[in-house]
Structure formats: C-alpha cells, structure tokens
T-cell receptor, first 113, second 114 residues
C-alpha cells in the first residue's frame, strides 16, 4: 500500500506565486524525497531530506519535515510556467539493507502565465 | 555520467499477447534496479526490484515477471497480457550502497493493452 499522501491533489496558480504541497506518511522513515514528473515522462529527483533534518533548501525549493506529525511540505517560490508538473513525495524503509521507496499519489501543479 | 534507457517508448498489444520491456543503465556498476507501474493520474507501484544478476524480488503477485540477465539490464515480461496491465512502466536505478540515495528514472514505456 502507498504510504505517502499528497495534498492537495491538484493546484492551480499564476506565475510568480508560491506553491505549497504537503505530504503525510504513516510509519517511521529514514529519508523523505520529492520528485517531479512532467507529463508522460520519467520522474526526476528534486530533493532528499533525512529524518534528522527539519528544513532543506535547493534553489527555489524549500522542504520541511516534521517527523512528530509524519508530514513534509514542498514550497516552490516564484513559480514559473515551466514548473507545471506532478510532484510526488517518496519515503524509504529498509528491507535487508535494500532501499525501497514508497510513492504517494502526487500533486498536479499547473502554473499559468 | 549515468544514463538509463527504456524501450520501446510506446506499445499497443492485444490481450493475451506476450510482453518484453527492456531497461539498460550506462555509466555505473552493480546498480539496484526497479520496475514500477503507474496508472493514469496515480502514483507509482513498485513491481520488482533487483540487487544483482539473477536476483529478483517481486512486490506484487501478478502475471508479470522480471529478469536481470546482465548487471545493467533489467527486463519486464509477461506471457499473456491482461487489460489491467495497461499503464506507464518506469525503470529506475540507484546505487547499491546504503544511505538513502535518490532513484534515477528512465523515460518510461506507455503500454496499452487492447
């Protein structure tokens, strides 16, 4: 079963606005990652935050992690039309030392010019 | 640099026909390899993963199978496709080291079973 659940399922904003997506998960994690998927393409890794980290930045991306609430948020600042894509969170659990990711259902972001 | 290839890009197959999707990785050795399926508008479902040649673990019981004949080659197969096998199939790899590394995805294969 999928562990990550993104909220909202869809988000529509104007260029220049900020976009915030949330992810909730159910069990303890080692790391949480965010991926981006353009329509009909493979996923691209955006950022990884470890369970002992609370916030991480990468360019216009800001990720927070609250392990007490089992939730994470992805903030995209000053959005651009090119940010239009689906965004997925993924959590990992260890299975005999092998990394498996469990993906959420994603947030579809539409940024209008 | 590492590159991951998948083919074919799109495939339309009749129910009951066989399937073979191929994934190859360049520029790395002994990767962990994964097959995912993504239904329309949904997240990714892990189907199979492999930590080495000939080592396959199945996550979801179904009429699909996977094989890893070479270190950087991962094949997804079926003897008889079902309508429910339609979807977007993604191959991914990651380093075999422990530590929470990101996964790198191929471009995907869009499979339509008619």
């Amino acid at each position: 079963s999928q562990q990550g659940e993104e909220d909202p399922q869809a988000l529509s904003i104007q260029e220049g606005e900020n976009a915030t997506m949330n992810c909730s998960y159910k069990t303890s994690i080692n790391n949480l990652q965010w991926y981006r998927q353009n329509s009909g393409r493979g996923l691209v890794h955006l950022i990884l935050i470890r369970s002992n980290e609370r916030e991480k930045h990468s360019g216009r991306l800001r990720v927070t992690l609250d392990t007490s609430k089992k939730s994470s948020s992805l903030l995209i600042t000053a959005s651009r039309a090119a940010d239009t894509a689906s965004y997925f969170c993924a959590t990992d659990g260890w299975n005999t030392g092998f990394q498996k990711l469990v993906f959420g259902t994603g947030t579809r972001l539409l940024v209008s010019p | 640099s590492q590159t991951i290839h998948q083919w074919p890009a799109t495939l339309v197959q009749p129910v009951g026909s066989p399937l073979s999707l191929e994934c190859t990785v360049e520029g790395t050795s002994n990767p962990n390899l994964y097959w995912y399926r993504q239904a329309a508008g949904r997240g990714l479902q892990l189907l199979f993963y492999s930590v080495g040649i000939g080592q396959i673990s199945s996550e979801v019981p179904q009429n699909l199978s996977a094989s890893r004949p070479q270190d950087r080659q991962f094949i997804l197969s079926s003897k008889k496709l079902l309508l429910s096998d339609s979807g977007f199939y993604l191959c991914a790899w990651t380093t075999g080291l422990a530590g929470g590394y990101e996964q790198y995805f191929g471009p995907g294969t869009r499979l339509t079973v008619t």
